[in-house]
């Protein structure tokens, strides 16, 4: 995966560990933080995106108090379209969606998706 579309507070999928909220970018590596004081980190290549779905994004849609963020259900090719203040979007990825979130409405997009 390539870092650089990673901020802190992006969710992603570490190989044999499972999802986790990235505290800590570099361009080879990620980190994060499993329990306080217990700081990992993963190559770039044992990282992989988290793959949007319609229950993700549902569960998404109904945490979010800003109207102008909807989704629709259409999928094509693992891509949906979201709608941030009317602009129509495909996104694929939970980080993505994150990004372009944080980049709408300068405020982090707040989901406890790692469970």
Request: charged share 25%; glycine share 8%; proline share 3%.
């Amino acid at each position: 995966m390539n870092t650089r579309e990673l901020r802190i507070g992006n969710y992603v999928d570490v190989k044999g560990v499972g999802i986790v909220k990235v505290n800590g970018v570099t361009q080879h590596k990620i980190g994060w933080c499993p329990a306080p004081g217990r700081e990992r980190y993963a190559r770039a290549r044992e990282v992989k995106p988290v793959a949007l779905s319609c229950e993700s994004l549902e569960l998404i849609n109904s945490h979010v108090d800003n109207k102008d963020f909807l989704y629709d259900d259409y999928e094509s090719n693992g891509k949906f379209i979201v709608s941030f203040g009317g602009a129509l979007l495909f996104v694929e990825y939970l980080h993505q969606l994150q990004n372009i979130y944080f980049d709408f409405y300068h405020e982090e997009l707040v989901v406890d998706i790692a469970k």
